[in-house]
């Protein structure tokens, strides 16, 4: 049964900063690795889909990694901003329908 | 961007009673889902549908739970006789198609309160 690990549980970095967050998998048989951020009591909202075949994605200051063999990916924020506080989710997806999440990064960005 | 939509955004029922939560998937998309998250807890997967059939469900979705799309556009989660530990927040989501690289994109979800 697929199991993610998102460490660190909880971030706080002053504005400014660079920061990785990790997502880690225990079996490398996916298909795609998705990571949603989610505001208090909101839905979730989808930044970057990384296909099995690929090892990065990029969107603006968000950089997203894979390495599938090892199971693990990274969400790197460039230059945080006290708007990019939120929890990070990620999510892979297998040979079954559903998405399996992690727990989640719960990051806050002081201005 | 496109986005799913999800009636009502709460709802508060009495244990014992019927819940219908409502979904408008994106336009185009063939593949629809529900997900739940309990309260400080990861979000989970209940069910996949597509061609108008259940795909996948999890051990999650039991006997009290149903999905449908009645028509072209809804697809509804029936929750038969709502328990205590039936309160979450429930997440409909939409695809294009499975797998290559396709997105799946969530709705706000509907906080279902059991009291």
Known sequence: ?111 | EPEVTQTPSHQVTQMGQEVILRCVPISNHLYFYWYRQILGQKVEFLVSFYNNEISEKSEIFDDQFSVERPDGSNFTLKIRSTKLEDSAMYFCASQGRRFSGNTIYFGEGSWLTVV
């Not at chain 1, 909880?10 to 048989?29: H, K, Q, R, Y």
């Open chain 1, 1 to 111: 049964k697929q199991e993610v690990t998102q460490i660190p549980a909880a971030l706080s970095v002053p504005e400014g900063e660079n920061l990785v967050l990790n997502c880690s998998f225990t079996d490398s048989a996916i298909y795609n690795l998705q990571w949603f951020r989610q505001d208090p009591g909101k839905g979730l909202t989808s930044l970057l889909l990384i296909q099995s075949s690929q090892r990065e994605q990029t969107s603006g200051r968000l950089n997203a990694s894979l390495d599938k063999s090892s199971g693990r990916s990274t969400l790197y924020i460039a230059a945080s901003q006290p708007g990019d506080s939120a929890t990070y989710l990620c999510a892979v997806i297998g040979g079954a329908d559903g998405l399996t999440f992690g727990k989640g990064t719960h990051l806050i960005i002081q201005p």
